[in-house]
């Protein structure tokens, strides 16, 4: 059984940066394409990025464009977020999560409701 777990979240000012990590155990990560996804206060759940399994593509949200990199080390079995020139309204709770679909691009990746396997979230908060 797939597991995973996010690390990485904090406070940082505006303009700052932080990585996210999500590292998996029980299962291969190499196997899975992996989203974040993020929950701010009285939101709903929204897709950031996601990363496909065997072809790589990535796909990232309009508000995080050229701001976020979605990257994956396979012998690390962990999937990175790296968040440059974090704004405020970027607070939220960050999720990984993991399904066993294929992508090609077009946003698809960034669907929530296809993922099987979830991690419990790490807080990120952007304030001065």
């Known amino acids: 059984q797939l597991q995973l777990v996010e690390s990485g979240g904090g406070l940082v000012q505006p303009g700052g940066s932080l990585r996210l990590s999500c590292a998996a155990s029980?299962?291969?990560?190499?196997?899975?394409?992996i989203g974040w996804f993020r929950q701010a206060p009285g939101k709903e759940r929204e897709g950031v990025s996601c990363?496909?399994?065997?072809?790589?593509?990535?796909d990232y949200t309009d508000s995080v464009k050229g701001r976020f990199t979605i990257s994956r080390d396979n012998a690390k079995n962990t999937v990175y977020l790296q968040m440059n020139s974090l704004k405020p309204e970027d607070t939220a709770v960050y999720y990984c999560?993991?399904?066993?679909?294929?992508?090609?691009?077009?946003?698809?990746?960034?669907?929530?409701?296809?993922?099987?396997?979830w991690g419990q979230g790490t807080q990120v908060t952007v304030s001065s």
């Open positions: 029980g299962s291969t990560l190499a196997y899975y394409t």
């Open positions: 990363i496909s399994r065997t072809t790589g593509s990535t």
């Open positions: 999560a993991a399904q066993a679909t294929t992508f090609y691009g077009g946003g698809l990746c960034l669907i929530q409701s296809r993922y099987n396997y």
